[in-house]
């Protein structure tokens, strides 16, 4: 064996300080270094990043062939170099990243003449200076990018550590490695995390616009990359519809997607997740995560999925999920290996079990480390003839929890190698830096056992790095299952980083393992890795994003929304003999928006189903709008359904009977004042006024574009003057009473009215409901009701239980029910067989009698007609409110005002 001079080796005293640097040789770099004098083969490296960062003159050219079809906008938290400033020449400039994903992405950047977004380093305090050209003697993968082709994103040192350490590394990073009890829930570092991937949001589209520009016949293929950048899709995708720009949008995460269990505990999941499905496609490296996924968005946000075909649909968009387990250059690390130099060994049969990780709390180091000690102590005969060489990358450094994880290290290394060392051996040699490409795959090669054990990880390259560099004798791979590396990687000794002795047993198999065993499963190892490299990843990748010269994908689809689809919601909860209350908006529930309200029309056929579920036994129906009450019973026009109106200020039951909230006599007097200002100077461009009985509803949605702004300015201004809360509403201004009274509150108390005290145990609420308003009722009903919201909206927080995309899908929810329930009878005498209302509060009578239609009032002798309705009035105030809802066991005892009210009029 050669031995060659002066490469370095920390070795650790008993105490854990580095004592002495011992010399490792390799063969060529004596010669090498004769050529480079100056450029030392031992790299630096940028110490808080996972990153690592290369000479790039060391880098072998990885060539591929890329042949896609769409230019790609690549963005990710970091450009695939560094700019730094030359503290000789005083100049800027690249400093080379190594990884995957720079390796196999840059070159379809630079070939489809693409762009990168990415923070180059620098912070806004740093000042505006130009991203300097590649060197001439650039060989790396990033050699073509030219300066043009990079968006550096440059933002505020505190607000970059808010988001990057405060968000991505403190809640981000341990939570998707499933390690919640290390993760730091913060509101403003979530915050910053927004802000942030707004920021880049903005960016991407400038380099969009920008590809447009030149080539403006292509649709642009947008990458995001990594949980850095889980929110920026939806704005991405916002700001390119309005400019009217077609985009394909996909993201791929390179860390694990964690299980419901896990996700559920990050505060503000619903909108990660809706901030994950803005992408047309989502990639993760294995099956598993892409089903963690899939399994978040069915039961945080209601979506429909197809785990057969990866399908999730949200917002009315289908998002396709993708298993993209990332490779390496596998033929470069071949290569590499085959001309770097021998790793110098205490005698010729020393055998090698070495780690390489970045120093971080998920791979597992420490874990490693009491394992091989436990080989030591229990099979002696490996002293002196094993050595554990462990390579850990710095990183994070400036991170607490990442200092204290060195210190541990470093203890425990220290305390082995003084338990075990002889005079001429210590068990274990510790490089706490970065090295080369080039030395790695010597120790690749010269290994006899790589002891890639991480606690989690999303895939572990290094894994496929020590495949693809065994091209001598070969050696054995130990592998935990807890990475993505480990589902594929079938042929390594499979060991739980967590039960020591077993780890320690596997080790000493592994060392052990005869010469054929050893080929065998490496030779299978190989031969996977080979195929399937990086080249086959960012291959798969295209073509699953329909972005690959002849590929014929046929995008996935779901069916459309059927009945059936609504068992999974409903049918556990919604038996054939379930008493059920279906509580519906009006405007956007059952009739799609319109540009007037008097336009928006339900359906005849929602109108049908819906008269005929009215007409069942056991049925109750009610329509909670923000319509006045007449002008939704005319617009429904189904008897013996209950109508509330004025969300649920004024409620109308099917026998007659009225509830009128009360408002207050000075809200009455403003409310004048402001219809009147109103009128006379904000209603003109189209803009009007709805007159309902407790407020008014000023529409601005046929105003032009244009003048819309000042009608608005206008509008809010006189609100303000008249002192009256603003609600915004559908392209609406709303003026509601001042009272603790919404639609949620309303909702409670018409199920208490109708079922009684403990209706929640004895009757199936659905609600549904399409705007803000119709949240408070989701908010009440939480828990006690399946509720669905109806909304388009890409990125919404939801108290709803589920989404639906449009009136269609209620109509389809409506006719479920309806089949649900097909075998009750209708009630044909024109009257519902159960029925209660407000007819029967004051009564010391149950909830729930089979009634007959002459219970339907108790003050008015007349039948009620639809036009007249029996206008029996409750004054509800707090107190009385309370009573309803708290009371227990018996039906309430409430005061019936006349009609002739003296706080307000009434219908
Ligand atoms: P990482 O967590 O960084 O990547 P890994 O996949 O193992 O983990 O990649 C580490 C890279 O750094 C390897 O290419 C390795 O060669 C290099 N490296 C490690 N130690 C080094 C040293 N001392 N000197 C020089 N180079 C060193 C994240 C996810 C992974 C996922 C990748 C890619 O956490 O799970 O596999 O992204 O998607």
Same mark, same amino acid.
């Given at each position: 064996?050669?031995?060659?001079?002066?490469?370095?080796?920390?070795?650790?005293?008993?105490?854990?300080?580095?004592?002495?640097?011992?010399?490792?040789?390799?063969?060529?770099?004596?010669?090498?270094?004769?050529?480079?004098?100056?450029?030392?083969?031992?790299?630096?490296?940028?110490?808080?990043?996972?990153?690592?960062?290369?000479?790039?003159?060391?880098?072998?050219?990885?060539?591929?062939?890329?042949?896609?079809?769409?230019?790609?906008?690549?963005?990710?938290?970091?450009?695939?170099?560094?700019?730094?400033?030359?503290?000789?020449?005083?100049?800027?400039?690249?400093?080379?990243?190594?990884?995957?994903?720079?390796?196999?992405?840059?070159?379809?950047?630079?070939?489809?003449?693409?762009?990168?977004?990415?923070?180059?380093?620098?912070?806004?305090?740093?000042?505006?200076?130009?991203?300097?050209?590649?060197?001439?003697?650039?060989?790396?993968?990033?050699?073509?990018?030219?300066?043009?082709?990079?968006?550096?994103?440059?933002?505020?040192?505190?607000?970059?550590?808010?988001?990057?350490?405060?968000?991505?590394?403190?809640?981000?990073?341990?939570?998707?490695?499933?390690?919640?009890?290390?993760?730091?829930?913060?509101?403003?570092?979530?915050?910053a995390y927004r802000q942030v991937n707004e920021h880049f949001a903005k960016l991407t589209v400038?380099?969009? +616009?920008? /590809? $447009? @520009?030149?080539? *403006?016949?292509? #649709?642009?293929?947008?990458?995001?990359?990594?949980?850095? =950048?889980?929110?920026?899709?939806?704005?991405?995708?916002?700001?390119?519809?309005?400019?009217?720009?077609?985009?394909?949008?996909?993201?791929?995460?390179?860390?694990?997607?964690?299980?419901?269990?896990?996700?559920?505990?990050?505060?503000?999941?619903?909108?990660?997740?809706?901030?994950?499905?803005?992408?047309?496609?989502?990639?993760?490296?294995?099956?598993?995560?892409?089903?963690?996924?899939?399994?978040?968005?069915?039961?945080?946000?209601?979506?429909?999925?197809?785990?057969?075909?990866?399908?999730?649909?949200?917002?009315?968009?289908?998002?396709?999920?993708?298993?993209?387990?990332?490779?390496?250059?596998?033929?470069?690390? +071949?290569? /590499? $290996? @085959?001309?770097? *130099?021998?790793? #110098?060994?205490?005698?010729?049969?020393?055998?090698?079990? =070495?780690?390489?990780?970045?120093?971080?709390?998920?791979?597992?180091?420490?874990?490693?480390?009491?394992?091989?000690?436990?080989?030591?102590?229990?099979?002696?005969?490996?002293?002196?003839?094993?050595?554990?060489l462990q390579v850990a990358v710095p990183s994070r450094t400036d991170?607490?929890?990442?200092?204290?994880?060195?210190?541990?290290?470093?203890?425990?290394?220290?305390?082995?190698?003084?338990?075990?060392?002889?005079?001429?051996?210590?068990?274990?040699?510790?490089?706490?830096?970065?090295?080369?490409?080039?030395?790695?795959?010597?120790?690749?090669?010269?290994?006899?056992?790589?002891?890639?054990?991480?606690?989690?990880?999303?895939?572990? /390259?290094?894994?496929?790095?020590?495949?693809?560099?065994?091209?001598?004798?070969?050696?054995?791979?130990? =592998?935990?299952?807890?990475?993505?590396?480990?589902?594929?990687?079938?042929?390594?000794?499979?060991?739980?980083?967590?039960?020591?002795?077993?780890?320690?047993?596997?080790?000493?198999?592994?060392?052990?393992?005869?010469?054929?065993?050893?080929?065998?499963?490496?030779?299978?190892?190989?031969?996977?890795?080979?195929?399937?490299?990086?080249?086959?990843?960012?291959?798969?990748?295209?073509?699953?994003?329909?972005?690959?010269?002849?590929?014929?994908?046929?995008?996935?689809?779901?069916?459309?929304?059927?009945?059936?689809?609504?068992?999974?919601?409903?049918?556990?909860?919604?038996?054939?003999?379930?008493?059920?209350?279906?509580?519906?908006?009006?405007?956007?529930?059952?009739?799609?928006?319109?540009?007037?309200?008097?336009?928006?029309?339900?359906?005849?056929?929602?109108?049908?189903?819906?008269?005929?579920?009215?007409?069942?036994?056991?049925?109750?129906?009610?329509?909670?709008?923000?319509?006045?009450?007449?002008?939704?019973?005319?617009?429904?026009?189904?008897?013996?359904?209950?109508?509330?109106?004025?969300?649920?200020?004024?409620?109308?039951?099917?026998?007659?009977?009225?509830?009128?909230?009360?408002?207050?006599?000075?809200?009455?007097?403003?409310?004048?004042?402001?219809?009147?200002?109103?009128?006379?100077?904000?209603?003109?461009?189209?803009?009007?006024?709805?007159?309902?009985?407790?407020?008014?509803?000023?529409?601005?949605?046929?105003?032009?574009?244009?003048?819309?702004?000042?009608?608005?300015?206008?509008?809010?201004?006189?609100?303000?003057?008249?002192?009256?809360?603003?609600?915004?509403?559908?392209?609406?201004?709303?003026?509601?009473?001042?009272?603790?009274?919404?639609?949620?509150?309303?909702?409670?108390?018409?199920?208490?009215?109708?079922?009684?005290?403990?209706?929640?145990?004895?009757?199936?609420?659905?609600?549904?409901?399409?705007?803000?308003?119709?949240?408070?009722?989701?908010?009440?009903?939480?828990?006690?009701?399946?509720?669905?919201?109806?909304?388009?909206?890409?990125?919404?927080?939801?108290?709803?239980?589920?989404?639906?995309?449009?009136?269609?899908?209620?109509?389809?929810?409506?006719?479920?029910?309806?089949?649900?329930?097909?075998?009750?009878?209708?009630?044909?005498?024109?009257?519902?067989?159960?029925?209660?209302?407000?007819?029967?509060?004051?009564?010391?009578?149950?909830?729930?009698?089979?009634?007959?239609?002459?219970?339907?009032?108790?003050?008015?002798?007349?039948?009620?007609?639809?036009?007249?309705?029996?206008?029996?009035?409750?004054?509800?105030?707090?107190?009385?409110?309370?009573?309803?809802?708290?009371?227990?066991?018996?039906?309430?005892?409430?005061?019936?005002?006349?009609?002739?009210?003296?706080?307000?009029?009434?219908?």
């Amino acid at each position: 064996m050669d031995v060659v001079r002066n490469p370095t080796v920390h070795r650790f005293s008993q105490s854990g300080r580095i004592l002495l640097k011992r010399r490792l040789s390799f063969e060529r770099q004596r010669e090498q270094r004769q050529d480079r004098k100056q450029s030392s083969a031992r790299q630096k490296y940028h110490e808080t990043e996972e990153l690592v960062y290369i000479d790039c003159s060391e880098q072998v050219l990885n060539k591929m062939i890329v042949n896609a079809t769409s230019p790609m906008v690549v963005v990710a938290n970091r450009l695939p170099f560094i700019v730094q400033k030359n503290a000789e020449t005083g100049q800027f400039e690249r400093k080379q990243c190594a990884g995957g994903l720079v390796t196999a992405v840059a070159p379809v950047v630079v070939e489809t003449n693409g762009l990168w977004v990415g923070w180059s380093g620098q912070h806004l305090e740093d000042g505006e200076h130009d991203i300097p050209e590649a060197n001439p003697n650039d060989r790396s993968p990033t050699a073509g990018l030219k300066s043009r082709q990079v968006i550096p994103v440059r933002l505020p040192q505190k607000q970059f550590d808010d988001y990057y350490n405060g968000c991505c590394n403190a809640t981000f990073w341990p939570l998707f490695h499933s390690m919640p009890d290390r993760a730091l829930f913060q509101s403003d570092k979530w915050e910053a995390y927004r802000q942030v991937n707004e920021h880049f949001a903005k960016l991407t589209v400038e380099a969009v +616009v920008k /590809l $447009a @520009e030149t080539n *403006p016949n292509s #649709v642009p293929l947008v990458w995001l990359h990594d949980y850095h =950048l889980m929110m920026a899709a939806n704005s991405i995708r916002d700001r390119c519809d309005r400019l009217g720009l077609q985009i394909k949008m996909a993201f791929f995460l390179h860390i694990p997607f964690p299980s419901w269990d896990i996700m559920r505990l990050f505060p503000w999941d619903d909108e990660l997740l809706q901030g994950i499905l803005g992408c047309d496609s989502v990639g993760f490296h294995v099956e598993d995560y892409c089903l963690n996924f899939i399994d978040c968005c069915q039961r945080r946000l209601g979506c429909r999925v197809d785990r057969e075909q990866m399908l999730v649909e949200h917002n009315g968009r289908t998002v396709s999920v993708h298993p993209l387990p990332i490779s390496i250059p596998y033929d470069r690390f +071949v290569s /590499l $290996a @085959e001309k770097a *130099p021998q790793v #110098v060994k205490n005698n010729e049969q020393e055998q090698l079990l =070495l780690g390489v990780d970045r120093l971080d709390y998920t791979k597992g180091l420490v874990h490693r480390i009491r394992a091989f000690e436990t080989l030591l102590q229990k099979h002696p005969e490996h002293i002196e003839h094993v050595t554990f060489l462990q390579v850990a990358v710095p990183s994070r450094t400036d991170v607490k929890e990442y200092q204290e994880l060195k210190e541990d290290l470093d203890q425990l290394i220290g305390r082995i190698n003084g338990r075990f060392s002889t005079p001429n051996w210590s068990p274990i040699r510790y490089i706490y830096g970065c090295v080369s490409q080039e030395q790695l795959a010597a120790f690749y090669r010269d290994s006899s056992v790589a002891v890639v054990t991480p606690l989690r990880d999303g895939m572990n /390259l290094v894994a496929k790095e020590f495949v693809a560099c065994q091209v001598g004798e070969p050696g054995v791979l130990m =592998l935990s299952p807890f990475a993505g590396a480990g589902t594929s990687m079938h042929e390594a000794l499979l060991v739980n980083p967590y039960e020591t002795d077993e780890f320690a047993e596997v080790m000493h198999r592994a060392l052990t393992m005869p010469k054929d065993e050893r080929e065998l499963r490496m030779q299978q190892l190989r031969h996977r890795e080979r195929e399937h490299d990086v080249n086959f990843w960012l291959q798969s990748f295209l073509k699953s994003v329909d972005c690959l010269a002849d590929n014929n994908l046929t995008p996935g689809r779901l069916l459309p929304l059927r009945e059936e689809d609504f068992s999974q919601f409903l049918a556990s909860y919604v038996k054939e003999s379930s008493r059920l209350a279906l509580l519906l908006d009006y405007d956007g529930t059952l009739a799609p928006i319109a540009p007037h309200p008097d336009l928006a029309r339900m359906p005849e056929e929602t109108r049908r189903v819906l008269e005929r579920l009215a007409h069942m036994p056991d049925v109750n129906v009610a329509i909670i709008s923000g319509r006045s009450v007449e002008n939704v019973k005319s617009m429904i026009g189904i008897e013996g359904i209950t109508y509330a109106g004025c969300h649920g200020f004024e409620i109308l039951h099917p026998d007659g009977t009225m509830f009128i909230h009360p408002v207050p006599h000075e809200y009455e007097v403003q409310l004048e004042q402001l219809k009147k200002q109103l009128e006379e100077e904000v209603c003109k461009y189209g803009a009007w006024l709805e007159q309902k009985s407790s407020g008014i509803t000023f529409h601005y949605r046929e105003v032009p574009k244009d003048k819309q702004s000042e009608v608005m300015t206008h509008a809010q201004k006189l609100f303000q003057d008249n002192n009256i809360k603003l609600h915004q509403s559908h392209m609406a201004y709303e003026a509601r009473p001042p009272v603790t009274w919404d639609k949620g509150r309303a909702a409670i108390y018409l199920l208490r009215t109708l079922f009684g005290l403990d209706w929640c145990d004895r009757v199936s609420t659905i609600f549904a409901g399409d705007d803000r308003t119709d949240e408070d009722a989701m908010r009440a009903l939480q828990g006690m009701a399946v509720t669905f919201r109806i909304t388009t909206l890409p990125n919404l927080r939801t108290a709803a239980t589920y989404r639906l995309p449009n009136t269609d899908a209620v109509l389809t929810m409506l006719k479920w029910v309806e089949k649900r329930l097909s075998s009750r009878l209708p009630v044909t005498n024109g009257f519902r067989s159960r029925k209660t209302s407000m007819s029967s509060i004051g009564n010391n009578s149950p909830p729930h009698p089979p009634s007959s239609p002459t219970r339907r009032s108790r003050s008015n002798s007349q039948s009620p007609s639809p036009t007249e309705p029996n206008k029996q009035m409750m004054v509800m105030t707090d107190q009385v409110y309370h009573q309803l809802i708290s009371r227990k066991n018996s039906p309430p005892r409430v005061s019936v005002s006349p009609v002739n009210t003296p706080t307000r009029s009434t219908v």
